[in-house]
């Protein structure tokens, strides 16, 4: 009886930090191709949490985030990674680029022409329903809503941003309605981004310090750049605006040991690319070639996109070249090393591995690569894998 009281009294605290295995898998995929930008992440995964416990905010859309920082960091990577996790296309959302739509007339191609307009029935809008629900499958009812570069938006288009963020509705020209409350918007804007390129040039001086040293004066630079980038947001855009949005995320500046991780990333990009080619060849970087690559493409003013160049200008048009001319061929293993500045291709004998690909290409039996929509034969995912794997995240 005595014990029957304790139990009934006994508090059992329950863990609201701990994420649904769903969502869990979610961020971690998401994670595994995001470098350094924790925070957004973190938020992207608590809005699916949100959408896949149906608690979303009633007549409105299920999260809407601002993701502000510096140019290259990321801010319209992170969006497309997570269409490429929950769709399996990066491109499988509804983007906005709103540079597109700086008159007033151009929103037409958003909503449409009223009836009796020229051109009425020509225009196709992009956000009519069936546009919006193309990604819905039975298990999930989700679409992701991306205005990239909202500084450069019309009034109009903010009339109509406005009332998506506020009642989740908006009304085409032929006044259909349609229903934005199961979206997650997120909106970018590089607003203060040359602002917060001198701060990274002037951190830079700082930053090639070591250890502890270093550490502070970077999480000092992240600091002054997220209040430049909030404080440049507010003088721009409407508090009536900034008050409808959940949560603003300032992406920090990439450093050189983010600028590393994205390398393995990239290069692994360009591998999925030769494997949806023609002429399927699998290439291993060399470390000094790894070192090359970053050495030319580390400049952390612009993020990762020095490093991108430096990969398609360094790598992919000589690989481009040597496919073309018919020097590298189906199934080869390509080396690729480093020569004074040049890096240099040698075509290595993959044995047996290759033969056999080449063997069970027509099989009709097919399997994804990881991370990518590229099919390969079913017997030889534990193969190709290999050579990828050299390339793949540390
Ligand atoms: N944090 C990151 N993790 C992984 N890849 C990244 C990251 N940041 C940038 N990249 C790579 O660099 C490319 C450019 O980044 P992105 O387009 O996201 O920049 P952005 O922050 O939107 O810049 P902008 O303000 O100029 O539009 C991406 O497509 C991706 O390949
Ligand atoms: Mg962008």
Redesign the pocket.
């Known amino acids: 009886m005595k014990s029957g009281t304790k139990q009934a009294t006994e508090k059992r605290f329950l863990n609201p930090t701990r994420q649904s295995a769903q969502a869990t898998a979610f961020s971690e995929k998401l994670g595994a ?5 924790d925070t ?1 992440v973190q938020g992207m995964s608590d809005l699916y949490q949100i959408f896949l416990a149906g608690m979303n905010p009633q007549h409105r859309p299920i999260g809407t985030m601002l ?1 502000l ?13 997570a269409a490429e996790v929950l769709f399996g296309n990066a491109y499988a959302m509804v983007k906005i680029d709103c540079a597109e739509f700086q008159h007033s007339h151009e929103i037409a191609k958003l909503i449409g022409s009223p009836p009796g307009y020229l051109g009425h029935r020509e225009t196709q809008p992009l956000l009519t329903q069936e546009n919006l629900n193309r990604m819905h499958t039975d298990e999930q009812k989700l679409t992701i809503v991306l205005f ?2 909202i500084e450069k938006a019309s009034d109009s288009l903010w009339q109509l941003l406005l009332g998506i963020l506020d009642k989740a509705t908006l009304t085409l020209g032929d006044n259909r309605r349609v229903d934005f409350s199961k979206t997650i918007v997120v909106m ?3 607003l203060g ?1 040359r602002e917060m390129t001198e701060l990274i040039s002037g951190g830079i001086g700082f930053t090639s310090g070591q250890g502890n040293n270093k550490r502070v004066v970077v999480e000092q630079l992240d600091q002054h750049m997220e209040r430049t980038a909030v404080e440049a947001a507010r003088r721009k855009f409407s508090p009536e605006f900034m008050n409808r949005i959940d949560k603003i995320v300032v ?1 920090r500046s ?1 450093q050189e040991n ?1 600028l590393r ?2 390398l393995d ?2 290069l692994r ?1 360009v591998q999925e690319r030769v494997m949806a080619a023609g002429t399927k060849f699998m290439f291993e970087c060399s470390n000094g070639a790894k070192e090359r690559l970053l050495d030319e493409g580390l400049d952390t003013r ?4 020095h ?2 160049r430096s990969v398609e200008r360094l790598l992919v048009s000589p690989l481009s070249n040597l496919v073309a001319s018919d020097q590298i061929e189906f199934g080869d293993l390509i080396y690729v090393d480093v020569e004074g500045e040049q890096l240099t291709f040698e075509k290595r004998s993959a044995g047996p591995v290759l033969s056999d690909f080449e063997e069970v290409v027509d099989q009709k039996e097919s399997e994804a690569l990881p991370y990518t929509n590229v099919r390969i034969p079913v017997r030889h995912v534990r193969m190709i894998q290999l050579p990828i794997g050299l390339c793949t995240i540390s």
């Open positions: 191709r995001i470098v350094g930008q957004a993701f920082g510096p140019t290259g960091a990321g801010k319209t990577r992170v969006v497309e990674a990239d570069e970018t804007s590089n981004a992406f990439l983010h991780q994205i990333l990239e990009a612009y993020g990762a996109r490093l991108k």
